[in-house]
């Protein structure tokens, strides 16, 4: 069985740029990859100097000058790994807002967000109805100078599945949240990592489709936490949805098949919708079967805390060994969270679940 590899041996390395150049003299930095439908984050603390002879051009203020901190435009990434292994992007964004503190020396905290914060903070009224999902997906992209990746193109006009579930878009409404409306009805998930936008569906997801990640109990994992959601009714619509690449989701040429969990006549209804090109009517049928199941089941989650790998991403999935049968399996990503400092290195802490994600 494998209980799951120890971090590298190598001593841990941080880069922190800032608009480009990296800096050295950090103090500490946490990111938060928070998970399908919501926007990743960082803070990074710096020392600040109260001087017209600054060691850092980005952190001071002067009786003449202060730095782009004070009031300019703030680009942040952040690299980690360790000595001899790869290095990976932990998160690229701009600064929010600076925290100054000057009650035990003078730092400075930087606050922001990933590039999701553009079309997160973007409101419009949508008037995209005339085009397919994938075409007005590609259209916001660029609005934001983000790069679309799009592994299944869209056939069908937004205005009809508009008409189908008597939703109005003529509204104002955030790009991120259109698109999120765009990938509920298309069964997709919508996730940036980057300058990149994905939009598609979730097995598709390049670190989603590689084997879970090994963790064990008593070997890779500390203060392991878990809980069983209460056995509460939970209401779905499920419909999976089938036609040949190239071709219109037309009634003629598509396969449909659909059922309901529980009371869907109730307050709280939760639609499931797969979209999934080129497979046969009895495919369709044991897609639809395996989503049920899962949404069905037993539902665990929890959190716990260790070592940083490079391998992990939100997008990938764990599989928890060593707590026994049932709470022994594999389980989603919801949260992470990677934290340092100069003095203890890099930790990483996971919340996960094993219900389906969503992108909202």
Not at 174 to 179: K, N
Not at 186 to 210: N, Q, V
Not at 238 to 256: A, D, L, R, T
């Amino acid at each position: 069985m494998n209980k799951g590899n120890f971090r590298a041996y190598g001593k841990p390395i941080v880069n922190i740029y800032v608009n480009d150049k990296k800096i050295d003299d950090w103090i500490s930095f946490q990111v938060d990859w928070n998970g399908m439908g919501d926007i990743d984050s960082f803070d990074i603390a710096f020392q600040w100097d109260i001087s017209d002879k600054p060691r850092h051009e980005y952190f001071y203020s002067g009786s003449k000058k202060s730095s782009d901190v004070v009031h300019g435009k703030i680009v942040v990434k952040i690299e980690a790994g360790f000595e001899g292994e790869e290095i990976v992007p932990l998160i690229e964004g701009e600064m929010d807002c600076p925290e100054w503190d000057f009650s035990d020396g003078e730092t400075v905290k930087i606050a922001g967000r990933s590039y999701g914060a553009k079309p997160y903070d973007f409101v419009e009224t949508v008037k995209y109805q005339n085009m397919t999902a994938t075409e007005a997906f590609q259209k916001i992209c660029h609005t934001h100078g983000l790069t679309p990746i799009i592994p299944i193109i869209t056939n069908t006009m937004i205005g009809e599945y508009v008409n189908d579930d008597h939703t109005s878009v003529a509204e104002e409404m955030s790009h991120w949240d259109y698109v999120l409306y765009l990938a509920e009805q298309e069964g997709f998930i919508s996730r940036i990592k980057g300058k990149e936008w994905y939009f598609g569906p979730l097995s598709m997801l390049e670190d989603y489709a590689k084997e879970p990640l090994a963790f064990s109990y008593g070997h890779n994992i500390r203060n392991l936490k878990m809980k069983k959601a209460p056995n509460e009714a939970r209401n779905f619509n499920v419909e999976v949805v089938s036609w040949q690449s190239g071709e219109k989701k037309k009634k003629g040429n598509k396969i449909v098949e659909k059922t309901t969990i529980g009371n869907t006549e109730g307050n709280h209804v939760y639609t499931i919708r797969r979209n999934i090109p080129n497979i046969t009517r009895a495919q369709v049928q044991q897609h639809l079967k395996n989503i049920c199941q899962e949404l069905t089941k037993q539902q665990f989650s929890g959190s716990f805390d260790t070592d940083f790998f490079q391998e992990l991403t939100s997008d990938r999935r764990i599989v928890l060994y060593g707590v026994g049968i049932g709470l022994s399996q594999i389980y989603h990503v919801d949260t992470v969270t990677i934290s340092g400092d100069k003095d203890s290195g890099i930790e990483c802490s996971i919340k996960f679940t094993n219900a389906i994600p969503q992108s909202e």
